[in-house]
């Protein structure tokens, strides 16, 4: 099987998800209520004087995970019912790939609003254990848990142009992936359940889809269009055939009728909100209620190809090679099919949104 290597674009350059990733920043601040109710519930219950030890898991890089530290922070500040607030850690948690000097650049301006704060990096994935038990009051993660441990056993070759399960896959790559997410989530269920103190809470999001049914629906298209993209360069001769049809990805999209069955059978949580709700694939349109913002699809095209090409890039080069397949012609034509493909509403992606308790 092939190894991959998973990681967004790292720096801080014009195509490094520090600067493409407004989207995922969008997608937080639509979990801010959940979370909110959900940090109110712990302090309503306890004072935390011995500290509060929380994890952003699949943290990636740039100034996203810094809004959610300081966030919470805020929120905790004006929940606490003691006079002095307590001393909070704070692990950012991703793949050992991440780019974590990103992340420790912006820490000494941070620390200097926030001295009551301790930030540590933990690399490693969070289907495994992280931290010593019982250690853990609160968990965060953000558009994380659809990427697998591995690329599933089995689709190699046969999901042709596809590259993850979507609804024009195999039903034999479909059912790899699927099993690929069970055994995945309950690890990582698992160890979440180790790690945390009995009323521990977690606020999780990720894309997921609508329906069991899943050839009902094209619920990652803009994916599906990059994958069309690499079809057009096969044809002009710009890639090998056979190496697109050995490309494939370790993200699958769950329904939440999925999710619920795995929580429940794995039995370290108790679900306290499942919930979902629609995100535009261009939110630049949607932001700060500002509707003067004039439509053009093609533009959102380059906006949407520009984040994809931040989260996807690393996996495209290490399967083919930077020498065989020219970046700025595949995310060039992905932008023109995004364009093409947008009507007159702007697409969107379902998002899973879940509040748990450590019982």
Known sequence: MENFVMHMNSGDDAHSYARNSGFQRFVISKTW??????LKEMFDKTEFKSGFRMIDL????????????????????SLCKCDQLPEIEVYLNDLPANDFNNLFKMLPSFRRGWKN?????LPGSFCERLLPRNSLHFAYSNYCLQWLSQIPE???????ENFFATKTSPVEVFKSYERQFQRDFSSFLMNRGEEMMIGGHMVLSFIG???????????????????????DMVAEGLINEEDLHLFNIP?????????????????????????????????????DDDYEKVFDKYRSGIIIAS???????????????????????????????????????????????????RM
Request: hydrophobic share 40%; net charge negative.
């Open 307 to 357: 984040y994809i090409r931040a989260i996807m890039e690393p996996l495209l080069s290490n399967h083919f090679g930077n020498a065989t397949i020219d970046m700025n012609n595949l995310f060039e034509k992905h932008a023109q099919k995004l364009g093409d493909y947008i009507d007159e509403e702007m697409p969107s992606y379902l998002t899973l949104l879940i509040s748990l308790i």
């Open 117 to 121: 704060c301790f930030v540590f990096g």
């Open 154 to 160: 089995g689709v190699e070759k046969i999901n042709k």
């Open 251 to 287: 993200m699958y999209l769950p329904c939440l009728e999925e999710v619920e069955a795995i929580i429940k059978h794995e039995g370290s949580f108790n679900v306290k909100i499942l919930d979902s709700f629609e995100v535009p694939w261009d939110p630049n349109l949607y932001e």
């Open 33 to 38: 209520p959940v979370l909110d109710k959900t």
């Open 209 to 231: 889809r609508s329906s069991i049914d899943f050839s009902s629906e094209d619920a990652c298209a803009s994916f599906r269009l990059l994958a069309e993209a690499l079809v």
């Open 58 to 77: 699949g943290c990636a890089s740039g100034p996203n995970t810094l809004i959610v530290i300081s966030h919470i922070i805020d929120t905790i500040k």
